[in-house]
């Protein structure tokens, strides 16, 4: 079937078998790497993406269930040269070991700061549950989400102040 898409904000078009899960076509046909296999299972987070703002597990996501729909990657909150805020949250935290998992846990966290600027340590850990990191750098990675949130909630203030 053909699939039409908007990724990162381009629509972009391709040709799959409906089961095909979305993951292989973000990589396989669209150069999208971030997202990674880990047990394509939903039970690690590694391929963690945006579907109309949610954060799913692109390894169970048929690519025919996403007519028409938005999916965001890592690629698209920010490049290397402009990371995005909580890239460079990550960044400034050292938040990466190995790194497998790290984009998952960014879409992961990043869902949660884009309906709550300002999430409790109890609503990050809980939100950030399904996803695994096999090097043990969670409480980096914790310290990464509130430092973006912290961001987050300084430009508010600028923003409620002028
Ligand atoms: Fe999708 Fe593990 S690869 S949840
Ligand atoms: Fe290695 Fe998380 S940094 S799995």
Redesign the pocket.
């Known amino acids: 079937m053909t699939v039409s898409l908007i990724v990162n904000g381009q629509r972009r078009t391709v040709s799959a078998t409906p089961d095909t899960p979305l993951l292989y076509v973000l990589r396989d046909d669209l150069d999208l790497n971030a997202a990674k296999y880990g047990c394509g299972l939903g039970q690690c987070g ?1 391929c963690t993406v945006h579907l109309d703002g949610k954060a799913v597990f692109s390894c169970l996501t048929p690519i025919g269930s996403t007519q028409e729909r938005e999916v965001t990657t890592l690629e698209g909150l920010g490049t290397q040269e402009q990371p995005g805020i909580l890239q460079q949250a990550f960044i400034d935290e050292q ?8 984009a998952g ?1 960014i879409m992961r966290a990043q869902s949660l700061l884009d309906r709550n600027p300002a999430p409790s340590d109890a609503e990050i850990r809980r939100h950030m549950q399904p996803n ?6 969670h409480h980096r ?1 914790i310290r990464a989400i509130k430092r973006a949130s912290a961001v987050l909630g300084s430009r508010n203030g600028k923003g409620d102040a002028s």
């Open positions: 590694a938040a990466a070991q190995c790194g497998y998992c790290i846990m695994l990191c096999r090097c043990g750098t990675i």
